[in-house]
């Protein structure tokens, strides 16, 4: 069992930046797939980035060069450092987890760009 706690949302301006922190209930260290989804009102969660334990990561088109994903295992932590916001960035943001073959979200945390 995983229970992850997501942090770090808010409002804030077009051209803006925010990092958010999704902090796990055990060691990340051995997880393989950890990542960043997104909900805007009215559309489908996407993804935004992901993370392996292998140190790949992927990232959305819509925000590559402007979003990085990271992890410091000794805090139990994944990150989403989000630079040049937008307003089409606002969303729910929720981490996701995956452990074998079991997949864990957060709560999620709102991110809303103004213009």
């Known amino acids: 069992q995983v229970q992850l706690v997501e942090s770090g949302g808010g409002l804030v301006q077009a051209g803006g930046s925010l990092r958010l922190s999704c902090a796990a209930s055990r060691s990340i260290s051995s997880i393989n797939a950890m990542g960043w989804y997104r909900q805007a009102p009215g559309k489908q969660r996407e993804l935004v980035a992901t993370?392996?334990?292998?140190?790949?990561?992927n990232y959305a088109d819509s925000v590559k060069g402007r979003f990085t994903i990271f992890r410091d295992n000794a805090k139990n932590t994944v990150y989403l450092q989000m630079s040049s916001l937008t307003p089409e960035d606002t969303a729910v943001y929720y981490c996701?987890?995956?452990?074998?073959?079991?997949?864990?979200w957060g709560q999620g945390t709102q991110v809303t760009v103004s213009s």
């Open positions: 996701r987890v995956q452990s074998g073959i079991i997949i864990y």
């Open positions: 993370s392996s334990s292998g140190g790949s990561v």
